[in-house]
Nanobody, 115 residues
Framework: QVHLVESGGGLVQPGGSLRLSCAAS????????MGWYRQAPGKERELVAN???????DYRDPVKGRFTISRDNAKNTVYLQMNSLKPEDTAVYYC?????????WGQGTQVTVSS
């Protein structure tokens, strides 16, 4: 089993920044992919960004150039630096981790972008 703990959400004004963190703990052999998803009210959950074990990243188009995903393999932690935030970025953000055995989701952290 893998336990994920997210932190870093909150309320920020348009144009502001937030940094999300997700730390994985438990029994696993290898983490292959770490990623962030988000779900806005009334909408389906969507991928924001992924980072693979070799460091390759991919981003959903609306966040390219504004968000940066990174990982610390020694700490089994993934980060999402979010800059130039827009009201449409408002959502619950979920961490997802794919190991050699299964995939796991965090509990979600609320990000609200509003003046």
């Amino acid at each position: 089993q893998v336990h994920l703990v997210e932190s870093g959400g909150g309320l920020v004004q348009p144009g502001g920044s937030l940094r999300l963190s997700c730390a994985a703990s438990g029994r696993f052999f290898r983490i292959n992919v770490m990623g962030w998803y988000r779900q806005a009210p009334g909408k389906e959950r969507e991928l924001v960004a992924n980072i693979f074990s070799g460091g390759t990243t991919d981003y959903r188009d609306p966040v390219k150039g504004r968000f940066t995903i990174s990982r610390d393999n020694a700490k089994n932690t993934v980060y999402l630096q979010m800059n130039s935030l827009k009201p449409e970025d408002t959502a619950v953000y979920y961490c997802r981790v794919i190991t050699n055995e299964s995939n796991y989701w965090g509990q979600g952290t609320q990000v609200t972008v509003s003046s």
